[in-house]
């Protein structure tokens, strides 16, 4: 009874909510997470929540005597399809679950201006979660402490280069995230690269701090 109320006592909750078009590696990334089997994956065409409790390597250096070392997290990936038809599941997602994050992943091989429209919409439909009230919406929107991830998928068909990933989103992907910025400049904005099918122990620690960053900025250690 006293180990399970201690598990309770140090396990903390990160809700993150995966959005992108379809093909851009969110349900990989989501089996990825959980340490499943990243082959042979069905494109998404509803709401899936995925949960699995992890570890992050930072804990393992935190002091002996500091809670952090021992905690566990608890992740609860929503994972939404990308097809535009079904772009109206993402607000859906957003107002039911209470997201701590928004993973948004762009795929490098794909038409920017889709991912474009994609990201807009993303900044739209978390605004509309805010209030029904667009006037109050975009007020709550300059104070609400989200965390944004922009996330440059498959970069291991751009040279495997984080360099490349940052010229792409500076070319293409620029303008609508800083127009996101603006919108929410309470919140916090990061952006990364990966490669979802990557197998690698560096591809995992890049994997690990997006996390890490998410739980940074809800916990604040």
């Given at each position: 009874?006293?180990?399970k109320?201690?598990?309770?006592?140090?396990?903390?909750?990160?809700?993150?909510?995966?959005?992108?078009?379809?093909?851009?590696?969110?349900?990989?990334?989501?089996?990825?997470?959980?340490?499943?089997?990243?082959?042979d994956?069905?494109?998404?065409t509803?709401?899936?929540?995925?949960?699995?409790?992890i570890?992050?390597?930072?804990?393992?250096?935190?002091?002996?005597?500091?809670?952090?070392?021992?905690?566990?997290?608890?992740?609860?990936?929503?994972?939404?399809?990308?097809?535009?038809?079904?772009?109206?599941?993402?607000?859906?997602?957003?107002?039911?679950?209470?997201?701590?994050?928004?993973?948004?992943?762009?795929?490098?091989?794909?038409?920017s201006?889709?991912q474009?429209?994609?990201?807009?919409?993303?900044?739209?439909?978390?605004?509309?979660?805010?209030?029904?009230?667009?006037?109050?919406?975009?007020?709550?929107?300059?104070?609400?402490?989200?965390?944004?991830?922009?996330?440059v998928?498959?970069?291991?068909?751009?040279?495997?280069?984080?360099?490349?990933?940052?010229?792409?989103?500076k070319e293409?992907?620029?303008?609508a995230?800083?127009?996101?910025?603006?919108?929410?400049?309470?919140?916090?904005?990061?952006?990364?690269?990966?490669?979802?099918?990557d197998?690698?122990?560096?591809?995992?620690?890049?994997?690990?701090?997006?996390?890490?960053?998410?739980?940074?900025?809800?916990?604040?250690?």
């Amino acid at each position: 009874m006293m180990i399970k109320l201690m598990s309770k006592m140090l396990t903390r909750d990160l809700s993150v909510t995966v959005l992108g078009n379809t093909g851009a590696g969110k349900t990989t990334l989501v089996h990825r997470l959980k340490g499943e089997d990243v082959e042979d994956i069905s494109p998404t065409t509803s709401i899936e929540v995925h949960q699995k409790t992890i570890r992050l390597k930072s804990q393992s250096f935190k002091p002996a005597l500091s809670l952090e070392r021992y905690r566990s997290y608890r992740v609860r990936a929503i994972d939404c399809p990308g097809d535009m038809s079904l772009w109206p599941y993402w607000k859906k997602a957003l107002a039911d679950y209470n997201t701590n994050g928004i993973i948004f992943l762009i795929d490098p091989t794909q038409d920017s201006k889709v991912q474009i429209d994609a990201l807009t919409q993303v900044s739209n439909y978390y605004l509309m979660t805010l209030d029904d009230d667009v006037v109050r919406a975009e007020r709550k929107a300059r104070k609400v402490k989200a965390i944004f991830f922009l996330v440059v998928n498959k970069i291991d068909l751009i040279g495997n280069s984080k360099g490349n990933a940052d010229e792409l989103i500076k070319e293409k992907y620029q303008t609508a995230w800083n127009h996101l910025k603006e919108r929410y400049p309470s919140s916090g904005h990061y952006w990364e690269a990966i490669s979802a099918i990557d197998e690698t122990e560096q591809m995992f620690d890049t994997i690990d701090g997006i996390f890490e960053t998410i739980k940074r900025e809800i916990y604040g250690e």
